[in-house]
């Protein structure tokens, strides 16, 4: 399946908030770590690195990185192109020197039920 990424397009950085639950996962303070909630499944930079990683996505990150050294892909973009999930929100964002992207789910694995 194809997934698509929306692109925030920002002067400056920004705060990001989760779309699902509100916490505050990205300050605009570069410095500042990614502050991830449980929606929030990986985080890269335009530079082909993670910038945040949660455990149950560990070794497909792992993948996509080595795809990235091996093939010269774009270890976001292999990433979203080889998940499943229908409830997948890829933000980009994006400004002046600086693209960031962040993989939310909706799903918080209690989806079971409405099957
Ligand atoms: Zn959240």
Redesign the pocket.
Known sequence: MTTSISTLLTANRVDLH?P??G?RVVNADPNVPVDP????LFAATDLGTFTFVSEAYQGFTEKALNAHHEYDIDPFAYAVDHLEPDDLLCLSVAGIGFQNYYA?SFDLGDSDEEE
Request: glycine share 0%; proline share 11%.
């Open positions: 989760c699902v639950c916490k909630c449980p929606h929030l939310f």
